[in-house]
């Protein structure tokens, strides 16, 4: 497996140190792995600090800046980072108004970010987490270690994002952020499995004429592997899995997520199918997004994630936002 | 009676088999994890092996201590957090002393070893670290030895078992078929008891 990087073992801070040189509005602290916008801390404005493991670029340090994240933790390629970490970055952002902890529901960021949340309150530091679980593909059970937080990440980020940009306080921006996950349902399918720099061949195997359904962002297997299917049948499979669930009355926002290797030429056309499926079942689109936002290193497929919005959260979506991999409204 | 010395050799000896079954640690959690639980662990238990040569903590109680914090800052994961809790909190348990006897140990061990389920939500059965974990502390009454084995056999029990915790949860039945990395990487740590103890 050929890859454009050094030695494993550097794989991150050198994408840090990049990241740095290319984005002067940020604070890149390469050593430390945290990565803050350079205002930091605004006053009077509530933080949000969001991470997780590397590998899903441009989440989460490509939405770090105004808007959005005041700042982002990359921990190891798919491992989530370390209270260290995330400790660091809720000091360098805090300033006074709260910390939100943007939490995706994998055993590790949990466990860290919980570690991370009692050392900051032990340092005076207001903290309110929210958890993102929106993966419709994953039994959620006492006996499971729930549903997975993948695509609506960044619904999360952006919108509640938007309201600490406001000058909301922290448990305002906190209730947006968790209505904004319960709005929220996501699927994704995988044409290729993924290969991590540590690993250097594919973590799983998954043949050429195969795809596998309700695919997680670390190419964990998910609900079926078929035959592969046409981006109709696919778009026709996600979106009904997600209906199942979310059934909105409202319009959604949509986004049409790449895993990482899956080109806009067919993310475009297959965002077409989604938008015929909703227009099928009657379901008003307010927004959408194409393109790659949660990805999952070189794999190649798609998810598809719908937000149920109302007016409030609408303007809240539109509102400006200036980071590296989302940008409008400046 | 075990001295500081004793747990220092069992934090070196855990980082040297870490460092030689890497690869099958990280083999064994490709098919139902995302292949990094051997780099993740070597990475932490060097930390580990540096920050006690470093620091020299004198009793049996602090060497795991900063063992478990060193884990904990280091590992990232769930990894990190769960084994940096089972040696810090066994290491807690131990208290001042600068001496233990076994018994003591076992005791710490598994206040340590509960700390984990708690922390992470797991029973026996589940196909984590627990299944290795628990056998062991068992087995601890009787010899070091008998320990190792026990956490060996725990971890070769969980290849029939369906995952209920952790990433592999999320294959469901197809996690079956497939030994725990997590419970064979605890295997390792109560291996390095023994090795320790010279056993």
């Known amino acids: 497996m050929k890859m454009l990087i050094n030695v494993p073992e550097t794989v991150v801070a050198d994408a840090l140190r990049g990241m740095a040189a290319a984005h002067p509005e940020l604070t890149v602290d390469v050593d430390n792995r945290v990565i803050v916008r350079r205002d930091a801390p605004v006053a009077g404005k509530v933080a949000l600090v969001s991470g997780g493991g590397s590998g899903h670029e441009p989440l989460h340090g490509g939405f770090v800046g105004p808007g959005m994240l005041s700042a982002a933790c990359p921990g190891e390629v798919f491992t989530s980072p370390v209270p260290d970490q995330m400790l660091r970055a809720a000091a360098a952002v805090d300033s006074g108004a709260g910390v939100l902890f943007i939490v995706k529901n994998y055993t590790g960021d949990v466990l860290n970010f919980d570690m991370a949340a009692e050392l900051a309150e032990d340092e005076g530091i207001q903290i309110a987490k929210v958890l993102v679980n929106d993966d419709v593909a994953v039994t959620d059970s006492l006996y499971t270690a729930g549903r997975r937080g993948t695509g609506a990440t960044l619904f999360v980020e952006k919108i509640a994002g938007a309201a600490a940009e406001e000058g909301q306080p922290l448990e305002r921006v906190e209730a947006v952020a968790r209505q904004i996950n319960e709005s929220s349902r996501s699927f994704g399918v995988a044409l290729s499995a993924v290969t991590t720099p540590a690993k250097g061949s594919p973590t799983f195997d998954l043949p050429p004429g195969e795809l596998e359904l309700g695919i997680g962002i670390h190419g964990e297997p998910g609900r079926e592997r078929r035959a592969m299917m046409t981006s109709r049948e696919i778009a026709d499979f996600a979106v009904h899995a997600v209906l199942e669930d979310l059934q909105p009355r409202n319009p959604v926002l949509v986004l049409v997520n790449g895993m990482g290797a899956t080109p806009l030429l067919e993310l475009y056309g297959f965002n077409a199918e989604v938008q015929r499926v909703l227009g099928e079942r009657g379901v008003a689109v307010a927004r959408t997004l194409v393109g790659n936002y949660v990805t999952s290193l070189d794999m190649a497929g798609a998810s598809v994630t719908l937000c149920q919005v109302d007016e409030e959260v609408l303007r809240l979506w539109d509102a400006p936002v200036r980071t590296p991999g989302l940008r409008w409204g400046v | ?199």
């Open chain 2, 1 to 199: 009676m075990l001295d500081a010395d004793f747990f220092r050799r069992w934090m070196t000896a855990t980082a040297a088999s870490v460092d030689r079954e890497a690869e099958r640690l990280t083999a064994l959690d490709s098919p139902i994890g995302d292949a990094d639980h051997g780099s993740n662990l070597q990475r932490g238990f060097t930390a580990v092996t540096a920050v006690l040569q470093k620091e020299n903590p004198d009793t049996p109680g602090a060497v795991l201590v900063l063992a478990g914090r060193q884990l904990i800052s280091t590992v990232g994961g769930a990894s990190g957090p769960l084994y940096g809790t089972l040696l810090r909190r066994t290491g807690k348990a131990l208290g001042d002393d600068a001496e233990v006897g076994e018994e003591q140990l076992a005791e710490a061990l598994r206040a340590g070893v509960d700390a984990v389920m708690a922390l992470g939500g797991a029973a026996p059965g589940d196909k984590t670290m627990i299944d290795a974990l628990v056998p062991a502390v068992e087995a601890l009454g009787d010899s070091f030895t008998a320990a190792r084995t026990a956490a060996e056999q725990g971890a070769l029990a969980t290849t029939p078992m369906q995952a209920r915790k952790g990433r592999a949860s999320y294959l469901g039945e197809r996690s079956i078929g497939h030994q725990d990395p997590g419970a064979t990487s605890a295997a390792l740590l109560v291996a390095g008891l023994a090795e320790a103890a010279g056993e």
